[in-house]
Structures are given as structure tokens and as C-alpha cells.
């Protein structure tokens, strides 16, 4: 299908995002938002982004002019008529979705692709029902999407090949990376990075290193931008568990299940950097002291548990069929700018030895967690 005109449903920090990054790739883009103030700050977003990045050299002043030109704010749905491709960008609300969908089907007919910017929510649920689920799919942004390359296309057992190929090439077109995997709980970015946090939290319950000290070990020994606790820190604390949560109504895995620290942490309020203080505290006068220095090897000995932690969840992914290995390493380095993808992970640090560091915590602990898979346990040999 040819693309000309791309429809936006959501006109939030992430619609917006995605309506630039669609005009900036040459599309027509229509913003829609049924709220007339949302919609009205949405565009104004877009127009301060657009000039934001012309200054930083992102883009030139001729292209961001051009740029806005493209767009159009469309304060009813039936303004969406005739695009070729509309994003979903609304609330994590399924009903929402629903509905959303529903009313898009109607006002654009069969032949237009419907795509969903969900993050945690299967495609396969808000596409129930909807006529021609072959040109559903998922069409998942990072946040801010003029700044994150990746796009996660994700495919529903309806989702037709001419669909996926058409949002791929819609993708490449908005300067983005579009990486294809199954409809599952979290996708590929979401779920493979569930460990960063998780087997942090572990080590740290189990007294092994401070906050800071695994924080530390992981940025300068894996090169990690973020330390775990600064990152659940800036997302937000409350906000992880959430995601925890998700993750395991759906399915209970051990390796999901969400720690006490995170549970006791929310409901103390420490939220982390929006309510003032969570792992670390924030304010103008506050100053978190630096942690007692590890040595080298207890600093690696971190490092390789969560390593070994995030190879693993990524074999049981691609056992699955989830994404090829290929595909999870460049989505965790594109999405989340890791260093390293988990199956480079692998052969950095040697597959045996990540397996040896699981089979020494399943034996020493018995717990289910540490159970190494099928894909992970056959590299090491």
C-alpha cells in the first residue's frame, strides 16, 4: 500500500512525537484529539519541538517549516478520512482502545492500516472484533520518538504481510528502525529488560552491594548509561511496579514477579526524582554520597548476574518466536541505548559462563527464576 497521509488518534506527548516524526518523513499528518485543549497543546508542542530541533541542528529551518506545513489538527475523528495509516496514541486504556478502534474502522474504511502505539497492552485484545484484522498491527514508539530510533512492529496472528511491510517502510520513511516481533507481554524492549531492574532488586534484598554500588558496577562495567536504580528512579517507582504487575497477571512467570523493595517503596511514597526521593534523594540541597568503591571483581560478579539474567529472558523470547536474536540485540541497543544486547552479552562474556552463574543461584536458592533456557543453555555448549 502507498502511504501518503498519516492519521494520529492521541494529540499527548507521544501522538505529538509521532505526527512530527511522520511529517518530518515527508507524510501528510493529520494530529486528531477529541479534547480541543489537548489538541490545541499538542500542536503547540509539535511547533516547539519542531523549532527546538532546527536550533540544535537536528534538522534545518527549511525542513522544520516544511514540517509544519504537513500537519493538520483534526479535532474529529471523521478528519482522519482517507489516511492511508492511522497510529493509535491514547491512554493505556483498553476500552479506550477498543472504542478508538472501532470508530476508526468506520470513518477509514477496509483498506486503511490501523496501528497501535500500546506498550503493554496485546494488540490481539484491541483488535477483537474489528473487521479486516489483517491490516491491524502494532506500531511502538519510544519515548521522545523524534529522538528514539526504534520502532517495535508487532504482528498479531491476523496481521497481514502486506500490512507489516507497508508500517515498515513507513518507519524507514520517519527516519526510524522498525524491528518486527510477535504480540506477547511487552513486546521485545519491555519484556527482555524486566531483569535490569529485577536482579537488581535481588542482589540488593540479598545485602551483596548497596543501591549505588550496583549502579555503579553497571556503568563502569558494563557501560551502561543509567545505573538500574537511577533509571527506576527517573521512570518512576510506582511506575515499575506497575509494569510488574502487568506483566504478571498475564502470564505468572518467577522471573516477572514483582519485589517487596518496589511494593514498600510505593507505598511509602518514595516515588523516586517526581516526589522528591526514592533510591537517591532530590533537591537543591541535597547531596546523595558516593558509594564505598567495590572491588573489580565483586563490581564483575554484578555485572554478570544481570547480564546472565537479561540473555536469559531474551533465550526464552526467542525460543518463543518472539523476534529473532538479531533482532532483540538491536531493539534493547536502539530502544533503551544498552551497550550491549543480551545475546552480545553472550558472546562478550562466554554463554557458559552466564549459564554456570544461573545453575550456581538455582542450586544455591531453589528458585524457578534461575532456570536457565533452552536457546542460552544449547550456545553454552
Not at 137 to 159: I, R
Not at 238 to 246: C, F, G, H, Q, T
Amino acid at each position: 500500500m502507498s502511504i501518503r497521509t498519516v492519521g494520529v488518534a492521541g494529540a499527548g506527548t507521544m501522538g505529538a512525537g509521532i505526527a512530527q516524526v511522520a511529517a518530518l518523513g515527508g507524510y501528510k499528518s493529520r494530529l486528531h484529539d477529541p479534547q480541543p485543549e489537548a489538541l490545541e497543546r499538542g500542536a503547540q508542542r509539535l511547533s516547539e519541538q519542531l523549532a527546538k530541533g532546527a536550533e540544535k541542528g537536528r534538522w534545518s529551518t527549511g525542513e522544520a517549516e516544511t514540517a509544519s506545513a504537513r500537519i493538520t489538527p483534526a479535532g474529529a475523528i471523521e478528519d482522519l478520512e482517507g489516511c492511508e495509516l492511522v497510529i493509535e496514541a491514547c491512554p493505556e486504556d483498553l476500552k479506550l482502545k477498543r472504542e478508538l478502534f472501532e470508530r476508526l474502522a468506520e470513518v477509514c474504511g477496509p483498506k486503511a492500516i490501523l496501528a497501535t502505539n500500546t506498550s503493554s497492552l496485546p494488540v490481539s485484545d484491541i483488535a477483537t472484533g474489528l473487521p479486516h484484522p489483517e491490516r491491524v498491527c502494532g506500531m511502538h514508539f519510544f519515548n521522545p520518538p523524534a529522538l528514539m530510533k526504534l520502532v517495535e512492529v508487532v504482528a498479531t496472528a491476523d496481521s497481514a504481510e502486506t500490512t507489516l511491510a507497508s508500517v515498515e517502510e513507513a518507519a524507514r520513511a520517519m527516519g526510524r528502525e522498525p524491528v518486527r516481533c510477535t504480540d506477547s507481554p511487552g513486546f521485545i524492549v519491555n519484556r527482555c529488560n524486566r531483569p535490569y531492574a529485577l536482579e537488581s532488586l535481588r542482589i540488593l534484598d540479598e545485602g551483596i552491594a548497596t543501591h549505588g554500588q550496583i549502579d555503579e558496577a553497571m556503568r563502569s562495567e558494563g557501560g551502561y548509561r543509567m545505573g538500574p536504580f537511577e533509571l527506576m528512579d527517573l521512570i518512576g517507582i510506582d511506575v515499575n511496579l506497575e509494569v510488574a504487575r502487568s506483566f504478571y497477571r498475564q502470564r505468572a512467570e518467577p522471573r516477572w514477579q514483582p519485589h517487596r523493595i518496589q511494593e514498600e517503596m510505593v507505598a511509602s511514597g518514595r516515588l523516586g526524582r517526581k516526589s522528591g526521593s526514592g533510591f537517591y534523594e532530590y533537591g537543591e540541597d541535597t547531596a546523595n554520597p558516593a558509594p564505598e568503591p567495590l572491588d573489580p571483581g565483586a563490581a564483575h560478579a554484578i555485572l554478570e548476574r544481570v547480564a546472565a539474567q537479561l540473555a536469559n529472558e531474551a533465550s526464552f523470547a526467542a525460543d518463543e518466536g518472539i523476534a529473532e536474536p538479531a533482532d532483540i540485540d538491536s531493539a534493547m541497543r536502539l530502544g533503551l541505548n544498552h551497550p550491549r544486547g543480551p545475546f552480545e552479552w553472550m558472546d562478550e562474556l562466554g554463554a557458559a559462563r552466564l549459564v554456570g552463574v544461573l545453575d550456581e543461584l538455582r542450586a544455591a536458592t531453589g528458585d524457578k527464576r534461575y532456570e536457565v533456557g533452552p536457546l542460552l543453555r544449547d550456545r553454552a555448549g
